[in-house]
């Protein structure tokens, strides 16, 4: 896992471990500067040995403040740089122009300009404009030039330009462009800079909307800022449990990079915290330990559409078993009973003709979860058995009641009807493609593709928080950067992004393995939110080990190779 900061989170540590008097504000962008420059040896290991032109681009706050340290440290590497101001020196916070005064012993600062910019190549360019302090849309020589960067004349920098902490112009909290003509970037917006240096920590707005695409590469830099979080396990921890945790910059239990975690919105003392996760299933998702009973590993119901609408259901079910569900049933209607007979052999088959018969079925408390809405179609038959589902919540230990996963046209089905969206209860889990977000929360998907006026902007994070609170449940809105958030607010990010990005996830029917992935999870005896996060995850890592030419039925016949290089 990886803790993602937000910008109010960063400047409340940074201020924290200013105020403690052991490091200055003034060592902390040196320390930024100094990590720009080592990433961008790292990039380009020829270049350490051989100085280049630079052109640095420096803002009118402390981001531009880390520009002009990258600029003498490079000038002192023999670098020819160009240094080009977008504000008024003499407005620089007190750091920034410090290290402004710093370079102008060096060499020259001239006022930014596209024009300026022209006037000659450079080998490299530095975006220092704007960071975690963008409030409003680009404007003026700043939304030119970045506009120009962004290829509006037709040049092409992404093989260049390296952005400080951003590339100016992006929210760093919800990955989203300030500004309602996307200040520039609307030409492609997929691509601008081949390498982003963010400090400390990544910032949601790294792995969220257009973050990703945007930021090319992203390195995050150390700046000394461990030892003012406190990665201390709870005091809740019980005694001998695994910690899973960060100390003093080393992980001193499991540490999952693949997951990303977003901690609460801006309280520092008690949200930066790692929280420590007691259960977490990696060290449940073996069999060890669950009794060799098939029913002690749960018991997962999929519910399936009629003839020639069964696929969906079937891909669920597949994902729900390979994922360790002791048992999976199919539950179809008796016109897709001989179809779907003739496809499954360790799935079961229940004949499941109206919602009489599904709450007479769920009866069984050995029951533990259930799926619907792949292939189910949205008639009444549906709409009955999505009433009866959310009716009858089963107990039986050790679970805490029978979890409910609502996909596809489930999803269509609650949106259309006030009652049925109220029925949902704290174990259910919706998991919405941006289409189905919007018909099931309008408003709220509504914020989401207004343009950004301001920064920070409100995110998928934002809008998956507020979706969960009023659902009264989990919900996991997909995407490659899939969003899953509690009504608590816990909230985690599973980024296909980077290292992890899989465009060939994007499949027919893949959606369909993650809501089984996530009810076998659930029939385990998973808790909504570890089941969606941990699903959400293997499903991305199935389809990396796969690679490309991936259809849906691929993911759940990874999964085992997955399972065994976790060692679980
Ligand atoms: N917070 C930290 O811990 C550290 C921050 N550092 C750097 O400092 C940056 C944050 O600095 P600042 O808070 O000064 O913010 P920025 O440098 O990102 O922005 C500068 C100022 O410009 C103004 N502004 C915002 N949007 C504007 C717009 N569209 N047009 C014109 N002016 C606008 C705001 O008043 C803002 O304070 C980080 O991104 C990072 O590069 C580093 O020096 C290292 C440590
Ligand atoms: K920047």
Redesign the pocket.
């Known amino acids: 896992m990886t803790e993602l900061l937000t910008?109010a989170q960063?400047?409340s540590?940074?201020?924290a471990?200013i105020e403690s008097g052991e490091v200055t504000?003034l060592e902390?962008?040196e320390?930024?500067?100094r990590g720009v420059v080592e990433a961008v040896f790292e990039e380009w290991p020829a270049y350490r040995n051989a100085p280049q032109s630079v052109a640095i681009l420096c803002?009118?706050?402390?981001?531009?403040?880390?520009g002009f340290?990258v600029a003498r440290l490079l000038y002192g590497k023999g670098w020819q740089v160009g240094v080009f101001l977008?504000?008024d020196p003499e407005k620089l916070?007190p750091?920034?122009k410090t290290n402004y005064e710093l370079w102008v012993a060096d060499g020259p600062v001239a006022e930014l300009s596209e024009k300026a910019l022209r006037a000659m190549p450079y080998t490299l360019y530095i975006d220092?404009?704007?960071?975690?302090?963008?409030?409003?849309?680009?404007?003026?020589a700043?939304k030119d030039v970045i506009s120009h960067m962004a290829g509006r004349n037709g040049d092409d920098f992404s093989d260049a330009l390296i952005c400080?902490?951003?590339p100016?112009?992006l929210c760093?909290d919800s990955g989203r462009i300030?500004?309602s003509d996307s200040?520039g970037f609307a030409n492609d917006i997929n691509r601008f800079a081949k390498l982003t240096v963010a400090?400390?920590s990544p910032k949601a707005g790294h792995f969220i909307g257009h973050g990703p695409g945007l930021c090319g590469k992203l390195v995050v830099k150390d700046?000394g800022?461990q030892n003012w979080r406190c990665f201390q396990p709870s005091k809740n921890a019980k005694p001998g449990s695994r910690p899973f945790v960060l100390r003093d910059g080393k992980a001193v239990g499991i540490l999952r990079p693949q997951m990303l975690e977003l901690i609460g919105p801006d309280r520092l003392v008690d949200d930066i915290r790692y929280r420590y996760q007691p259960g977490w299933p990696w060290d449940s998702l073996g069999k060890a330990g669950w009794g060799n009973h098939k029913y002690s590993h749960g018991h997962a119901l999929i519910l399936s559409g009629g003839a020639g609408k069964t696929g969906a259901a079937r891909l669920a079910a597949r994902g729900a078993l390979r994922i360790g569900a002791g048992v999976v049933t199919l539950g179809v209607p008796p016109v897709a009973q001989m179809e779907v007979a003739g496809q499954i052999t360790a799935l079961m088959l229940r004949r499941i003709e109206d919602a009489s018969a599904l709450t007479a079925v769920l009866a069984d408390k050995r029951i533990t979860a259930l799926c619907l809405g792949p292939g189910m179609g949205i008639d009444q038959r549906g709409e009955a058995l999505v009433k009866a589902a959310l009716e009858a919540r089963g107990f039986h230990p050790p679970y805490e009641g029978r979890s409910v996963v609502l996909d596809a046209d489930a999803l269509t089905l609650i949106s259309q009807d006030e009652a049925l969206f109220g029925m949902l209860h704290e174990r259910c889990i919706l998991t919405p493609h941006a289409g189905e977000f919007a018909r099931l929360f309008p408003d709220i998907a509504a914020k989401l593709t207004a343009p950004a006026v301001s920064?920070p902007a409100y995110s998928k994070v934002d809008a998956t928080r507020e979706a969960a609170k009023r659902a009264g449940c989990v919900v996991l809105f997909k995407g490659p950067d899939t969003v899953i958030a509690a009504p608590s607010g816990a909230c985690r990010i599973s980024s296909a992004h980077y290292a992890r990005a899989a465009p060939w996830l994007a499949t027919a029917g893949s959606g369909d393995v993650l809501a089984g992935f996530i009810t076998g999870l659930l029939a385990r005896g998973f808790a909504p939110m570890q089941a969606a996060e941990t699903a959400a995850w293997l499903h991305v890592d199935c389809a990396l080990a796969f690679g490309p030419g991936l259809i849906a039925e691929d993911l759940p016949e990874t999964l085992p190779a997955v399972l065994r290089a976790l060692e679980v």
């Open positions: 910008a960063m400047r540590l940074e201020t471990a504000g902390l962008m320390r930024a500067g803002g009118p706050g402390n981001n531009g403040g880390d340290v977008c504000g916070p750091d920034a220092a404009l704007f960071g975690t302090g963008l409030t409003r849309p680009l404007e003026g700043a400080i902490d951003a100016s112009g760093t300030v500004g200040s400090f400390d700046i800022l920064g």
